[in-house]
């Protein structure tokens, strides 16, 4: 099976992608910043197949080791969480913190076709 890393698993975009990714059949691993946290996250466990095919796991989009750890073996990464406005300046590239390594990272090895 294919398995695919979702950042900011328990926002409200990925949630719905990571939805629809267990009804096709997928193997999720999430990122999220505290799992321990049921009122954020709590909802995903309750997604259809979740039990079996959704892993959650804790990073930081600041933490290099902790994303490169996520991405570990996945075949795609839809990277969709996102700092809160106002917290980075986005004209200022020190804001951007370690950002710019995402499209660093190494691509999908399989299709790209969700
Ligand atoms: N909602 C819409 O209708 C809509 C429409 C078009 C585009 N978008 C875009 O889609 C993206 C997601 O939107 P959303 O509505 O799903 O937002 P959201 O519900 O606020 O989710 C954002 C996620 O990003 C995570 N996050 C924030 N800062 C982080 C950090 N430093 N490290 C790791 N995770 C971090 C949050 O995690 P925590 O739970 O830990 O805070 C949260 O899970 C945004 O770029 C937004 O502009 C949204």
Not at 2 to 23: D, F, M, P, Q, R
Not at 41 to 64: I, M, Q, T, V
Not at 88 to 109: A, H, V
């Amino acid at each position: 099976m294919e398995k695919v890393c979702v950042t900011g698993a328990g926002g409200y975009i990925a949630s719905w992608v990571i939805k629809l990714l267990l009804s096709k059949g997928y193997i999720v691993h999430g990122t999220v910043r505290d799992p321990g946290n049921e009122e954020k996250n709590g909802h995903l466990k309750k997604l259809e197949n979740a039990g079996e095919r959704l892993h959650l796991s804790k990073a930081d989009l600041f933490d290099y080791e902790g994303l490169c750890a996520a991405f570990a073996g996945c075949n795609g990464v839809l990277h969709i969480a996102s700092p809160v406005p106002g917290i980075l300046k986005l004209d200022d590239p020190q804001g951007l913190g370690g950002l710019g390594f995402l499209i660093d990272l190494p691509s999908p090895q399989a299709d790209d076709a969700f």
